[in-house]
Structures are given as C-alpha cells and as structure tokens.
C-alpha cells in the first residue's frame, strides 16, 4: 500500500512538472509577443518623430506597406499574447485539479 502511494504522489509530482515546464513555454511566448508588439510601436515613434523631415504624401508608397506590416506585427503580438495568456490559465486549473487529488502536493505548491 505504501509503495503505491509512493508511486502515485511521485507520477503527480512529475504531472505538475510537466505541466510547469509548458507553463515556462507560454511565458515566453508571451514574451515574445511583447516583443513583437514593441517593435511597431518603436517603428511609428521614430515615424512621427521624424515626419518633419519628409512630406507624407511624396513617401505615401513607402508608409502604406510600412503600416500594413505594423498591423500585422500588432495582430501576431496580440495573438502571442492572449493564447499564452489562456494556455497560463488551463495549466493553473489542471495544476490546481492535480493538487485536490493528491494531498501530498499541497505543501508544496500555492
């Protein structure tokens, strides 16, 4: 009996590492994606502070794709960022089903 609630609490121990290391792997996606966030915001900064210099009508061919690919630089950051989000959350909820299964792991995790 006690070798076998040994080994339960030990493949539970392992479920919440598991589930810790892809945790670890959404917070850097989300890292990411605020990484690609910053970038179209750096982008457009310099843009504007510099749009003295330029007249916007005579680069209007360079500005257009240069804001097309800003939006999709916000969309694919945006998405990095919600899913990794949403991913975070799923594994708190399984960590959390983890810990009311086995009371072994309840002194060690929050």
């Known amino acids: 009996m006690s070798d076998e609630k040994t080994q339960t609490s030990g493949i539970a121990i392992n479920e919440v590492q598991l ?8 917070l850097a996606v989300m890292r990411t994606g605020i990484a690609v966030l910053a970038l179209p915001l750096s982008v457009t900064g310099l843009l504007i502070a510099t749009s003295k210099y330029y007249d916007v009508l005579h680069v209007l061919h360079f500005l257009i794709p240069l804001l097309l690919l800003n939006t999709a630089l916000v969309v694919l950051g945006g998405y990095l960022v919600s899913r990794s989000i949403i991913r975070m959350r799923r594994y708190d909820r399984l960590i959390g089903e983890i810990k009311e299964k ?8 929050d």
């Open 102 to 109: 086995h009371s072994i792991l309840r002194q060690f995790i």
């Open 19 to 26: 589930i810790l290391a892809e945790k670890r792997t959404s």
